[in-house]
């Protein structure tokens, strides 16, 4: 059996240069055998800093296929889906940034090429690797609240300036990026919404489009999801506030927990459905509250760990932390809530994903015109 993976790197911009980076400095089982540069600036670098063999185009690289066990896909979202299935049909396993592309149907297409291959399939959803996501996911799986009744997120620590938007000819972009703040920023955050939490039935939105930006994509959006038994869940993502806020609250029937940076606090207390049928106040005059607070290590590289999880899941069929299906998922919800805002209507999940793809060329058509 193999004790090692040789990767290959498609796309050397920031994130892909961080990549080379770390796997030079060594990864117990990983090699960079391969890197894919379209300019000559990069492929430069790429020689300067590796010992790996630099091509200018994907298909100069599959044309070496034998260089190669596995893709890490870290290009503009658009060229994820034509990649990654380009890889799956050569027989390769695949490690790929996010977003799995930029629509449902992209997304869907992956995971079917992925399947028939039967090679791996990650997804760079690091998040999950957090102690303070980790550890709420315990609370959460242990009934420790009870059932959970409702959900509150809202995240303001991705702010990004004009010379932010400004550095990729394709960011912030309908007919680039595929969106705005939902499908870069928000993707990590909806993804650990739907590890967490689950997919909701349905879901409304107000996306505020070029709130605080010159652009026609999303920097700001509140979404509510509805989901079985009752529960409803509301996120808000912006892009555009200067102070720093990452709250997640999650009440259940029996108790809270609320998470704030590396800090969980979790409130307990009787039954309050039981306790709202039989008591005989008019409020919560009989209900106790025992309150405790759990500091969480702060989160390590994450990459790291990421690339191992993806090694052990090509040699030893470990699990991955993140796969195919959390891809669709997160981009359900990104598209879904695009869907919602330009229809001006709740929106049923599953989404019509040939729907949303042209309600989408609407959208990169009008932004041409402009």
């Not at 185009?57 to 503009?76: M, R, W």
């Not at 992956?110 to 690091?126: D, E, Q, T």
């Not at 981009?331 to 994903?353: C, E, F, H, Q």
């Amino acid at each position: 059996m193999k004790n090692s993976v040789r990767l290959a790197l498609i796309g050397v911009g920031t994130m892909g240069k961080r990549y080379a980076e770390m796997l030079e400095k060594g990864i117990e089982g990983l090699e960079l055998a391969a890197a894919v540069a379209r300019s000559e600036a990069n492929r430069n670098w790429i020689a300067e800093n590796t010992k790996c063999k630099a091509f200018a185009s994907v298909d100069e690289l599959f044309e070496n296929g034998a260089l190669f066990d596995a893709v890490l896909i870290v290009t503009p979202h658009r060229a994820h889906p034509e990649i990654a299935i380009k890889a799956f049909e050569a027989g390769k396993h695949v490690m790929c940034d996010k977003p799995a592309g930029i629509s449902v149907t992209d997304a869907e297409k992956m995971l079917k090429a992925a399947r028939a291959s039967g090679k791996k399939y990650g997804m760079m959803f690091h998040n999950r690797t957090y102690p303070v996501l980790k550890k709420l996911k315990e609370l959460l799986l242990s009934g420790r609240i009870g059932d959970v009744k409702r959900i509150i997120l809202e995240n303001t620590i991705y702010f990004r300036t004009k010379a932010y938007h400004d550095s990729g000819s394709w960011r912030s972009s309908w007919t680039g990026e595929g969106g705005g703040a939902l499908i870069n920023q928000g993707q990590h955050i909806l993804d650990y919404w739907q590890w967490l939490f689950g997919m909701p039935e349905s879901i409304f939105a107000d996306v505020k489009f070029g709130k605080y930006n010159d652009f026609t994509v999303d920097d700001e959006v509140t979404i509510v999801m509805d989901y079985k038994n009752n529960v409803s869940g509301i996120f808000i993502l912006t892009t555009g506030e200067a102070p720093v806020k990452e709250e997640l609250a999650v009440t259940g029937s029996k108790g809270k927990i609320t998470l704030s940076g590396d800090v969980i606090t979790v409130e307990n207390h009787a039954d309050s459905g039981e306790y709202g049928k039989t008591a005989p106040t008019f409020s919560r005059e009989g209900i106790e509250i025992k309150r405790e607070k759990i500091v969480c290590e702060e989160a390590k590289e994450p990459y790291i760990e990421m690339l191992e999880n993806f090694r052990d899941a090509v040699l030893y069929d470990k699990e991955l932390i993140a796969g195919g299906i959390d891809g669709l998922n997160t981009l359900m919800l990104t598209n879904g809530a695009y869907m919602s805002a330009w229809l001006g209507k709740r929106v049923s999940l599953p989404i019509d994903g040939k729907l949303y793809d042209e309600l989408l060329l609407e959208r990169a058509k009008q932004e041409e015109v402009k």
